[in-house]
């Protein structure tokens, strides 16, 4: 099966463009103008390849307060929330309306990643696996065909032996898988079945650009590819030429 080849420089600019556009104010909170926001997003940034992020959905449909969830039960129940499904469905039908030929992306938080970002209590193995099926399930509901890649985002290491029914869609469905790891899931090497994995503190095949980078600039990690996260706080000015310069520098 063919599979989209990854940019050597993968680019995350949903929360700098939030903040940039949109004055801070979550898009998804309008599903019907999230497709405007985005082709924004792409225009700036000259992105060829553009992040849908269900992370930020889900939270634009919990509202001011998206984290305090009392316990994962809860948050499996607002996976499984129609309104939710319909919402993010909506949303990516006027994205892809919106971008025409450019690339698409899922980008979902894994379930250790969810827990942190939405529940106001630790849990245990068991509720990262029933998580995991819950994102999975999202993914499948709201799958659209066009989009060539899931990436998934997890900083929770016991979270990574659960990831599989992750990539399994994505093969399914036949998208590029990638990881991005973060904190304590860096040093993993748990996780391997995705196409390429991306790591802090990494000079191997994928890495995370270090967010002292956009600040100090100098070279970036020896890696084939590199996952950028662009700064929030980061003027418009700064990170155009900060990307110029390092699209310049993995020429």
């Given at each position: 099966?063919?599979l989209?080849?990854?940019?050597?420089?993968?680019?995350?600019?949903?929360?700098?463009?939030?903040?940039?556009?949109?004055?801070?104010?979550?898009?998804?909170?309008?599903p019907?103008?999230?497709?405007?926001?985005?082709?924004?997003?792409?225009?700036?940034?000259?992105?060829?390849?553009?992040?849908?992020?269900?992370?930020?959905?889900?939270?634009?449909?919990?509202?001011?307060?998206?984290?305090?969830?009392?316990?994962?039960?809860?948050?499996?129940?607002?996976?499984?929330?129609?309104?939710?499904?319909?919402?993010?469905?909506?949303?990516?039908?006027?994205?892809?309306?919106?971008?025409?030929?450019?690339?698409?992306?899922?980008?979902?938080?894994?379930p250790?990643?969810?827990?942190?970002?939405?529940?106001?209590?630790?849990?245990?193995?068991?509720?990262?696996?029933?998580?995991?099926?819950?994102?999975?399930?999202?993914?499948?509901?709201?799958?659209?065909?066009?989009?060539?890649?899931?990436?998934?985002?997890?900083?929770?290491?016991?979270?990574?032996?659960?990831?599989?029914?992750l990539?399994?869609?994505?093969?399914?469905?036949?998208?590029?898988?990638?990881?991005?790891?973060?904190?304590e899931?860096?040093a993993?090497?748990?996780?391997?079945?995705?196409?390429?994995?991306?790591?802090?503190?990494?000079?191997?095949?994928?890495?995370?650009?270090?967010?002292?980078?956009?600040?100090?600039?100098?070279?970036?990690?020896e890696?084939?590819?590199?996952?950028?996260?662009?700064?929030?706080?980061?003027?418009?000015?700064?990170?155009?030429?900060?990307?110029?310069?390092?699209?310049?520098?993995?020429?």
């Amino acid at each position: 099966m063919f599979l989209s080849a990854v940019p050597r420089l993968w680019i995350d600019g949903m929360e700098f463009g939030v903040r940039v556009l949109r004055g801070g104010e979550n898009p998804w909170a309008v599903p019907e103008q999230v497709g405007l926001y985005y082709r924004e997003l792409a225009s700036l940034l000259s992105l060829d390849t553009v992040d849908i992020d269900i992370e930020a959905a889900i939270a634009g449909f919990r509202g001011a307060a998206p984290a305090g969830l009392a316990d994962a039960a809860a948050l499996e129940k607002l996976l499984g929330d129609p309104e939710l499904e319909a919402r993010i469905s909506k949303g990516i039908e006027a994205i892809m309306g919106a971008l025409g030929e450019r690339a698409l992306a899922l980008s979902v938080p894994g379930p250790g990643r969810l827990a942190r970002q939405f529940l106001t209590g630790a849990v245990d193995e068991d509720a990262l696996d029933d998580l995991s099926l819950a994102i999975t399930a999202l993914v499948r509901a709201v799958f659209r065909p066009g989009i060539a890649f899931l990436r998934v985002t997890e900083e929770d290491p016991r979270a990574l032996e659960f990831l599989s029914p992750l990539t399994n869609v994505a093969a399914h469905y036949g998208c590029t898988s990638l990881l991005v790891l973060l904190g304590e899931a860096a040093a993993s090497d748990e996780a391997t079945a995705f196409n390429i994995i991306y790591r802090e503190a990494s000079a191997g095949d994928g890495a995370v650009l270090p967010e002292a980078w956009w600040s100090d600039g100098g070279l970036p990690p020896e890696a084939h590819s590199l996952y950028a996260k662009i700064p929030p706080g980061g003027t418009p000015e700064d990170v155009l030429a900060r990307l110029s310069d390092i699209a310049r520098k993995m020429a």
